[in-house]
């Protein structure tokens, strides 16, 4: 009863109206920018590749942005110079976003736009090098700047300032839920009145802490992940940045609902039936007014561990049944942690406006006991609403609906 009461009070059951997504964009190991990331979805194309890094010698794949390392911070912000605060930079600058911002910020003013970002690590692979390079006495080198490069916010910070925007923004720390979770934060503070438009997102960068940590859970994969596969091994480790505009105002793409969860079965394993997760697609159903029969298609979070995918896949198909076809881009963007939801959500976005259904590249054959629609080979269709879930250690779940505009 307790646990119930629990998933019952991360719900938010009210009906929302729905938001405005003015701009979107993605930039992960498949593609920097929409068009190369619906360019690899359409070609089923992965970006993961076998792990060659020297400072983290793990016999697995991984995924990442290629020169997102050369990325040059402007001169104001050269403090915040680390791995996580360049590929927000190279985010940052594709697709029009900077450009969509600051004229947002021209319509409202800039203290009525907020930032609301999600992320794991944020800049801790700063650290490690700092740890790698101490002084003989044990001390940290002088350049390595705590509060600018690792803190939690540094890279909210870095964002907030670069874009020019002085509104509330708050940093989102719920492991692979983060950035999904920024959504239902953003939608508060818009129907709250105290923004009049929001900045979500979230980016994560390859760290020996992830690493190390995953594969010491034995959840790492030494071959590619091969999300709902019958022969899975586990999570192939990414890194992205991707962030979207949510206004009150009129756009083809609106986001129509979220459910958030809490079921804190246990640290890092899910409830074996999915509870948790059902709950919070039912949330983000009735949170947009709909029922299961209206989503065309749902963007699983399909980690390709063993646990999560079975969990996801029955409480998906409790809810869906077998009529919806679902598929997870995992194997295409490997798992990206704190920026995994706001990749997914992004995905989902192209999805709806480009009308093709994503698939999963890298599933050979698909585990029965998942039971749920997954459909390996992506296909042009025709979609109104879709979902996307986003599932934390802890049971931090969350789910979003985006739609087309009727």
């Not at 925007?165 to 709250?192: D, M």
């Not at 698939?359 to 029965?368: F, I, K, L, M, N």
């Amino acid at each position: 009863m307790a646990r119930r009461a629990a998933y019952l009070h991360g719900t938010d059951r009210r009906a929302m109206k729905p938001l405005a997504v003015t701009a979107f964009t993605t930039t992960n190991p498949a593609g920097i920018g929409n068009a190369a990331t619906l360019a690899a979805l359409r070609e089923g194309r992965t970006g993961l590749v076998p792990n060659t890094l020297d400072w983290a010698p793990i016999a697995c794949w991984v995924g990442q942005v290629p020169g997102a390392a050369r990325i040059a911070l402007p001169e104001a912000l050269r403090d915040y110079d680390c791995a996580n605060t360049r590929l927000a930079l190279l985010a940052l600058e594709q697709d029009g976003f900077r450009d969509a911002v600051a004229r947002a910020v021209q319509r409202v003013g800039a203290h009525r736009v907020g930032v609301f970002l999600g992320t794991t690590t944020s800049g801790i692979r700063s650290t490690e090098i700092a740890y790698a390079h101490r002084n003989p006495d044990g001390s940290l080198p002088a350049d390595f700047r705590y509060d600018t490069c690792h803190n939690m916010d540094a890279t909210t910070e870095l964002v907030r300032r670069f874009l020019g925007v002085s509104g509330p923004s708050l940093t989102i720390s719920t492991a692979c839920s983060s950035s999904a979770k920024v959504f239902a934060a953003a939608e508060r503070y818009l129907r709250a009145g105290l923004v009049d438009a929001a900045v979500v997102g979230g980016v994560d960068t390859l760290c020996q802490t992830t690493l190390y940590g995953f594969n010491a859970l034995q959840l790492v994969s030494e071959d590619v992940c091969r999300p709902y596969d019958a022969a899975r091994k586990g999570l192939t480790i990414g890194e992205a940045g991707g962030f979207a505009l949510l206004e009150d105002s009129e756009a083809a793409l609106q986001l129509l609902g979220y459910g958030e969860t809490c079921d804190a079965h246990h640290m890092s394993t899910p409830h074996p039936e999915g509870a948790g997760a059902r709950l919070a697609m039912i949330g983000a159903l009735e949170a947009a007014s709909l029922d299961a029969n209206a989503i065309d298609y749902v963007n699983l979070h399909g980690t390709a561990s063993p646990a999560n995918d079975l969990a996801e896949g029955r409480a998906v198909h409790d809810l869906f049944g077998d009529r919806v076809p679902c598929s997870s881009t995992k194997g295409v963007t490997g798992h990206t942690l704190g920026a995994a939801g706001i990749t997914e959500a992004v995905i989902s976005l192209l999805a709806l406006e480009a009308g093709f259904r994503p698939g999963s590249p890298t599933t050979r054959s698909v585990d029965e006991a998942t039971r749920c629609r997954f459909e390996p080979t992506g296909a042009e269709a025709k979609l109104q609403r879709v979902m996307s879930n986003s599932f934390g250690f802890g049971g931090n779940n969350c789910a979003l609906v985006f739609g087309r505009a009727s």
